[in-house]
């Protein structure tokens, strides 16, 4: 049997890769395709600039659990994929249900688009990162 752990630098390229896809999609999704949408779903709740500290520590963050938690132990680009959005759907699932629960103003319509793109958008990271890295890596 194959060790299914990643050596540093592997980890790290994985991470490099997970990243980069993942930021790029969001950075798209947020900025130029659905700007409007969050801008009308979430109206008073959102700040007139984007608080760099929090969206950092989500950005830098997130794809480092995505690695971690979907990618290490994945045999398969597709077990990689599934692992990954079930960790996607999971983490935006508290983000939109607690928001849904807690939050005058937070549609239903919100909560749904919002935890299909974050299933969505982690699959594309985790699978970038297992095809370009893990796959690509001999294991003994």
Known sequence: MSDP???L????????VAFVVMGA?????LGWLMKSFYQEQLGALMTDSVRVVPAALYYFGFPLAVVYL???PSAS?????????????AAFGVYD???LATLRGYTVMMTV????WGTFASAVGGGAAYHFVVARTPHA
């Open 25 to 29: 999609l969001d950075g798209v999704w």
């Open 77 to 89: 680009l597709g077990e990689a994929v599934l692992r990954s959005a079930v960790l996607g759907l």
């Open 113 to 116: 688009v919002d935890m299909a």
């Open 9 to 16: 630098f592997q980890f790290l390229a994985a991470y490099a």
């Open 5 to 7: 752990r990643l050596t």
């Open 97 to 99: 249900l607690t928001n």
């Open 70 to 72: 979907a990618l290490t």
